[in-house]
């Protein structure tokens, strides 16, 4: 049974930064492709991020590319998305999501956390 828990969200002033976490159950961080996705309300899921079963390779959306860093602790069965220089538009309940392959639709990720609220203030 795969389990995804997501931590770190909170409310933070633009400009800020926060480090979300994604704890994995075991193993499963070497065998599939992990990424974090967002949906801000009223809105579709959209894709951040995503690093493969390696760690050596990673994708974002364009838009966030400079400000989010996603990383992994295969060790510790964890995911991480460093972001920076928030954006009221970032505000979102963020998802962790493990996947067989490395794409970019919500719809191809078979393992899912329940997300957690980021908020970011003017």
């Known amino acids: 049974q795969v389990q995804l828990v997501e931590s770190g969200g909170g409310l933070v002033q633009a400009g800020g930064s926060l480090r979300l976490s994604c704890a994995a159950s075991?193993?499963?961080?070497?065998?599939?492709?992990m990424a974090w996705f967002r949906q801000a309300a009223g809105k579709d899921r959209e894709f951040v991020a995503l690093?493969?079963?390696?760690?050596?390779?990673?994708l974002y959306a364009d838009s966030l590319k400079g400000r989010f860093t996603i990383s992994k602790d295969s060790a510790k069965n964890m995911v991480y998305l460093q972001m920076n220089s928030l954006k009221p538009e970032d505000t979102a309940n963020y998802y962790c999501?493990?996947?067989?392959?490395?794409?970019?639709?919500?719809?191809?990720?078979?393992?899912w956390g329940r997300g957690t609220q980021v908020t970011v203030s003017s």
């Open positions: 999501a493990a996947g067989a392959i490395a794409v970019v639709r919500p719809a191809s990720y078979d393992y």
């Open positions: 075991g193993g499963i961080l070497n065998n599939y492709v």
């Open positions: 690093i493969n079963r390696s760690g050596g390779s990673t």
